[in-house]
């Protein structure tokens, strides 16, 4: 089970992050991603995150800005939004797939969080 956190309201430039803890079968290697999405339109791919923490892949339109990382101990993953923008408004899903490298693809995915809001007001 995923759960995500740490969604809000921030003003344009402001930073957010995100987590997304595991709970139950923490034995399994995964990679997690995130994703998100807006009324109307597919899911989108954010940035994910190899299982050894060392492999990180981001879209274009968050290079830069986001940071993806994880602590294993905590069975928990992070994504830091810094310099937001109103069209960051989304919800924000974490997604875990069990193998040790991640994807863009979310059809790959095997276990999703209920998401958690992100608004950036102009």
């Known amino acids: 089970q995923l759960v995500e956190s740490g969604g809000g309201l921030v003003p344009a430039g402001g930073s957010l992050r995100l987590s997304c803890a595991a709970s139950g079968r923490t034995d399994i290697v995964y990679s997690t991603g995130w994703f998100r999405q807006t009324p109307g339109k597919e899911r989108e791919f954010v940035a994910w995150?190899?299982?050894?923490?060392?492999?990180?892949y981001y879209a274009d339109f968050v290079k830069d800005r986001f940071t993806i990382s994880r602590n294993n101990n905590l069975n928990t993953v992070y994504l830091q939004m810094n310099n937001l923008k109103p069209e960051d408004t989304a919800v924000y899903y974490c997604a875990g797939r069990v193998d040790p490298l991640g994807s863009s693809d979310y059809s790959v995915y095997h276990h999703w969080g209920q998401g958690t809001q992100v608004t950036v007001s102009s």
């Open positions: 995150i190899a299982w050894g923490g060392k492999r990180t």
